[in-house]
């Protein structure tokens, strides 16, 4: 027996490398559509269809059980965000988990496609897990600068007292190309992507105006299941995205040089970071993924980014501010044998406007082939979309609306024929012939 | 290890592979609210195009009539147009489902949860059936009335082992 399980367990640790091995850049993010025995979760796509609801997903997005009512110990509030007749009103009560059903984020944000809601929306709506949270002190910044500014100096200035900044040649240059993905054993600690907090914790990090908005998302959402996910519209990602679970932004393609450091990713959009060497901020208008500055101390890259766009992350998370800016550390991930294995980051989140303080949090992305690599490829992502709000709430239109944008079929040619060739004795071509010769 | 350890060994390693094809990549870039979930509807149709979208693929096509004599056609005389949502198109393509492999014709069937408001559009539920082709005439062979593709001997299950 006991051989028995260790053949299936050998076929899972193959399954997993072989996971991790994919040639797509995008595979080490499969876990969001894990399965298992409990709770409901996000809908997510498995065998390349579109699933229904998956269930107790290992990883964040699914994980936590789900609760038909308050689970033992708990008592319902009388007012709740799925009773509230006005969100604003209820300020007093965003501070209790209770207001939101222990819910974190993610499962606000699936509500209603993973049937959380229930059979009475929104009164019916799920309970989640009360006792999942991630501590807010270790969410909080553990470095006492107040800017970023601040932040990189002093790194700056310790690099210089050491001799540094680093500076090096096109021969010396650390070899960190190569494609990357996240080390899913740090899901645990990935607050950003609302997977492991009640709501409250969340907007404790936030200032009250960033509060407000954060619940009118969360009300919207889950209540009103009118999901405005960036994505859906084409809208542009935002820098903090690169944080978020679903946008693949920490499974990227590293290239480097001497003077610049480039990470592209995407899944719906694409995400283009490139820090440059020993340069200085110079862009004066906000940029939708900022600009990034930074320098070498020894092999490890300090970045500080600012002229970010504020924007949100979306998914009943938070909008952050223009006055975003990051400093980020890079440094080289060795295994026991000290072999390059990927790199540590860590992000360090100043927006005095949206975060009542800097923020952190930690990831290691792992390097899963090198550029030269045979197949992998970076495929360039034209976010093509037919979905547009009506009534309020996101709609797949059809090629029966004005709207529809049939971005593969001349759609240009197809506003000419419409307002300027109407009438026309034009050849009748709308079904292919070779379709009409099935029948003949 | 023993003789048992080595059937389940043998046993779970295709099942591991299988598996993994089935966990590659895509995620949802969009909510898919839009859609009713509690309602499957299947069709079967011949392809009119294929978008190889890289978030969503999708797959047009063309309605065929019931009795499976003809297409399909709405109160206005006009041909009925479908269209279904997949996951990306590279994680289809390793279905082989691909713009090569449906090309403009290709008859299939397709199980789909249909757009709330009633449009004939619909995100795809389990495997695609496609009718296979009569070498002799090089035309699908279509399945009997009120049948899907499934049903025809020679048919192709893509993304899945069941229709």
Known sequence: MRAGWFAVSCSFAALFALVLLSPLPVALDAQENGKGKQGKGGRGQVDGQLQPPITGAPFGRAATPTFAGPPAGMQALATDLFTSKNFYKDRALWSDKRYFRCNTPRQITDSWTSGRIGKNPPQSAAWGDCNIDYPREKILSPYPYKTAKEHYEAL????????????????????????????????????????????????????????????????????????????????????????????????????MNVNQVQFLSGLAANFLR??????????????????????????????????????????????????????????????????????????????????????????????AAGLDNATRRYTYIECL??????????????????????????????????YFEAGWDKPQDDVPQEILDIFK | MNQRALRTLAMAVPLALTLTLFVTPALPHHSFAMYDQTKTVTLTGAAKQFVAQANHAELHFILIAPDR????????????????????????????????????????????????????????????????????????????ADKHCDSVPGATLLGGNTF
């Not at chain 1, 969360?218 to 944080?243: L, T």
């Not at chain 2, 279905?95 to 004939?120: C, H, W, Y």
Request: charged share 20%.
């Open chain 1, 156 to 255: 700056l200035a310790a690099a210089k007292a050491k001799g540094g900044p680093t500076v090096y040649t096109k021969a010396t240059v650390p070899d960190w190309d190569g494609w990357y993905g996240r080390d899913n054993s740090y899901s645990s600690s990935q607050w950003t992507w609302g997977t492991i907090n009640q709501v409250p914790t969340i907007l404790s990090l936030l200032t009250p105006e960033y509060q407000k908005r954060m619940v009118q998302m969360n009300y919207h959402e889950g209540v009103d299941n009118a999901p405005q996910w960036n994505a859906s519209f084409c809208y542009p990602e935002g820098f903090m995205r690169w944080w978020s679970q679903a946008s693949a932004g920490g499974n990227f393609q590293l290239t």
């Open chain 1, 274 to 367: 490139q820090v440059l060497i020993g340069k200085e901020h110079v862009q004066k208008v906000p940029q939708w993924y900022g600009e990034t500055i930074g320098f070498w101390e020894g092999t490890t890259l300090v970045t500080w980014t600012a002229n970010i766009q504020g924007w949100t992350i979306s998914h009943s998370m938070f909008e952050f501010s223009n006055r975003l800016e990051t400093v980020e550390t890079y440094k080289p991930a060795l295994d026991a044998n000290g072999r390059f294995i990927g790199l540590d980051h860590e992000a360090v989140f100043y927006d005095p406007e949206a975060f009542v303080a800097p923020l952190h949090v930690t990831m290691r992305f792992l390097r």
């Open chain 1, 385 to 418: 979309s037919n979905l547009r709000n009506v009534n309020g709430h996101p709609t797949q239109l059809t090629a029966a609306s004005d709207q529809f944008i049939d971005y593969y079929g001349r759609p240009w040619a197809k506003n000419w024929e419409k």
């Open chain 2, 69 to 144: 004599k003809g297409l399909a056609k709405g109160p206005d005389g006009k041909y009925i147009e479908w269209g279904v949502e997949m996951a990306g198109a590279a994680a289809v393509a390793q279905q082989g489902i691909t713009a090569e492999s449906f090309k403009v014709g290709t008859v299939f069937s397709v199980k789909m949860n249909p757009l709330r408001d009633g449009s004939n559009f619909g995100s795809r539920v389990g495997a695609i059936a496609k009718c296979p082709v009569d070498p002799a005439t090089n035309k699908p062979k279509l399945p009997e």
